[in-house]
């Protein structure tokens, strides 16, 4: 079945580390996005990709960073940097980045909790 | 300015009844979409139903339909027949055709009552 796939489900944080969440697509989409969303909040677009090789910041970039070596993988790293990591983080991935009609769809999610 | 507004944070409704869920926007794009997810407790956003600006008729999926009126710029979100599975939150969003991000609103938690 195609889809978008994150793992782990749960992922603990110790202090001053940094942590990546993966990200698989088998849909064959182009653009590839990276949320976040806090408790009772809506979401948060932390980076986003059109193609391999390039993505652009979102609104709250500081503290992440991002790679997209093969169209179907956009890992996310959130660095020590990032003070409060504390949330639930989606990846989402769409055909194009282009264009209103474009829908997005999303994994399940990613847990993140600090120690 | 915001651009995508949900002013409901909780509704509550009988089982099989039907329940609108609001949602307003703000663009000066003449080209966007209309979208909404529904949020389960496991996390998952899961796509229900989109709406195009051009569009001339209200999109409906399932017990899905879209209320869209553009000249008050709201795409209110109708379940008929509501059920207990249809308990979540549920966030309306929007994409402009110049632009690259999806704007979401804050969401609207539904409650069904058994």
């Known amino acids: 079945d195609g889809g978008i796939t994150q793992s782990p489900k749960y992922l603990f944080r110790k202090e001053g580390q940094n942590v990546t969440l993966s990200c698989e697509q088998n849909?064959?989409?182009?653009?590839m996005y990276w949320y976040r969303q806090d408790p009772g909040q809506g979401l948060r677009l932390i980076y986003y990709?059109?193609?391999?090789?390039?993505?652009q910041k979102g609104d709250i970039a500081e503290g992440y960073s991002v790679s997209r070596e093969k169209k179907e993988s956009f890992p996310l790293t959130v660095t020590s940097a990032q003070k409060n990591p504390t949330a639930f983080y989606l990846c989402a991935s769409s055909i194009s980045l282009a264009g209103a009609q474009e829908t997005q769809y999303f994994g399940p999610g990613t847990r993140l909790l600090v120690l | 300015a915001q651009k995508i507004t949900q002013t409901q944070p909780g509704m509550f409704v009988q089982e099989k009844e039907a329940v609108t869920l609001d949602c307003t926007y703000d663009t000066s794009d003449p080209s966007y979409g209309l979208f909404w997810y529904k949020q389960p407790s496991s996390g998952e956003m899961i796509f229900l139903i989109y709406?195009?600006?051009?569009?001339?008729q209200n999109a409906t999926e399932g017990r899905y339909s879209l209320n869209f009126q553009k000249a008050r710029k709201s795409a209110n979100l109708v379940i008929s027949a509501s059920q207990l599975g249809d308990s979540a939150m549920y966030f309306c969003a929007m994409r402009e055709n110049t632009g690259n991000q999806f704007y979401f609103g804050t969401g609207t938690s539904l409650t069904v009552i058994p």
């Open positions: 990709s059109q193609i391999v090789n390039d993505f």
């Open positions: 849909l064959n989409h182009d653009a």
């Open positions: 709406q195009g600006s051009y569009d001339q």
